[in-house]
């Protein structure tokens, strides 16, 4: 995933987490793929969603 597709998927979020909405700047957001790469998920934008650090946590546990 390119620096330039992960600033549009932070955009599109308006600098929001995709799981708790906290605001969150780039360099410390994580980009989560929303159906599990094992499983078939391609690294694009449409798969892939920011998260913060906690939420990314707690969804890989």
Do not use: W
């Not at 597709?5 to 605001?23: S, T, W």
């Amino acid at each position: 995933m390119t620096e330039k597709e992960k600033a549009q998927i932070y955009e599109e979020q308006k600098g929001g987490c995709a799981n708790c909405d906290a605001k969150t700047e780039k360099k410390d957001m994580e980009f989560h793929h929303v159906k599990r790469h094992a499983d078939g998920a391609r690294s694009t934008p449409e798969e892939v969603k920011a998260v913060c650090k906690p939420c990314h946590v707690k969804l890989h546990s």
